[in-house]
């Protein structure tokens, strides 16, 4: 939500924060399954994390109760920096134009992000991670992919069943909102394995799910 302004904004972040704390989906266990699969017992949690669009820094939560050594979050909307927990340095900012040096950190995650950005936007957001990761630093991404089964989903959080579910209601407004940035994203995922070797990385590691893909790469230069 980077350059939604303020009302859509908060519509978003009420959606987001309740579907978040949904006990039938709990955020802790689905952050854990992600990072497993994005190879976290091949990158360590010793080293310097960066959580790029770290929201109200669950993945954060996740990662220290992990034993994560140095956490450092990242997140453009103030109110919802200001719920990331202590443990992490936290910092109000722009992936766009990350307000921090070069060189440091060892493992950059950025979970369900992407889709947030504008497409003519998204090698500059790389190139701002390749430059704040070390060499043969780890990048970690999972976003939206555009299966039969999302496609599905989509269809059936518009049928009028889908509105007696809080839940539902909020994924449906949540999708609305990011429409924008959500629809280009999907359609252009497929390059963007190129465009993430055009800012310097190579894949690693892929991981196919129902709605989402999930890619490690490592940063060669
Ligand atoms: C769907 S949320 C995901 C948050 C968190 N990673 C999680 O998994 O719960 C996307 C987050 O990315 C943030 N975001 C979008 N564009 C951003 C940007 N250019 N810089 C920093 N954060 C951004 C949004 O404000 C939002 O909190």
């Known amino acids: 939500m980077a350059a939604v302004p303020g009302d859509r904004a908060s519509t978003w972040r009420t ?12 955020v802790d266990r689905t952050n854990r399954a992600r990072l497993r699969a994005l190879g976290v017992d091949v990158v360590g949690l010793g080293g310097s994390w960066l959580d790029v669009g770290a929201g109200d820094g669950n993945l954060t939560a996740t990662l220290l109760g992990m034993g994560a050594a140095r956490v450092t979050s990242v997140e ?6 200001e719920r ?5 340095a936290v910092v109000v900012g722009d992936a766009r134009h990350l307000p921090l040096s070069g060189g440091w950190a060892s493992v950059a995650v950025l979970m369900d992000v ?13 190139a701002e991670v390749a430059r704040v990761l070390r060499p043969g630093g780890h990048l970690l991404v999972c976003e939206p992919a555009p299966t039969v089964v999302r496609t599905v989903l989509t269809v059936l ?13 909020d994924k449906r ?9 959500l629809v280009p994203w999907l359609a252009d995922e497929p390059g963007f394995v190129r465009r993430a070797s055009a800012a310097g990385f190579e894949l690693t590691h892929t991981a196919r799910r129902p709605i989402h893909t999930l890619r490690r790469f490592r940063r060669t230069s």
């Open 15 to 26: 959606s987001y924060t309740r579907v978040r704390k949904n006990p039938f989906t709990p």
């Open 76 to 81: 453009v909307q103030h109110e919802l920096a």
């Open 84 to 88: 990331v927990p202590g443990g992490a």
């Open 114 to 126: 992407l889709h947030h950005v504008a497409v003519d936007e998204l090698d500059g957001v790389l």
């Open 157 to 169: 959080l518009e049928s009028p069943l889908a509105s007696l579910s809080q839940f539902s209601r």
């Open 173 to 181: 407004r949540m999708v609305e909102l990011e429409a924008d940035t």
